[in-house]
């Protein structure tokens, strides 16, 4: 009968236990129900803002790009400088060379 009543006494405890780790369980189960993280407004807000400014400062940088394209694009040349002056330094020389051909033959008559 002792070993019975132990065992009985052992069961209660037990069952105690059971009952306040369910009743914690549930206490908790609650809480986490109750508790939620609510997206408002103002935190959408601030992330459009961030959003809105980095794309901002992404359009400033290909505005800048375009304009310093525009810029090199007015003062290329379609002949490179070089030959432009050799063409000009050759169309000298060949009228030199015709005027001076041009004072020979009018010397010789």
Known sequence: MK???EIMELMA????????????????????????????TEVME???KFFFQEQEKRDALIVEAITALNQKLKKAYILPKALGIL??????LLLVIIGYLILLVAQTF
């Open 13 to 40: 405890d037990e069952m105690q236990d059971f009952q306040d780790g369910l009743l914690q369980m549930k206490k908790m189960t609650e809480e986490l129900n109750t508790r939620s993280i609510p997206i408002t």
């Open 46 to 48: 601030k992330q459009l």
């Open 3 to 5: 070993k019975l009543d």
């Open 87 to 92: 063409v000009v330094t050759c169309l000298i």
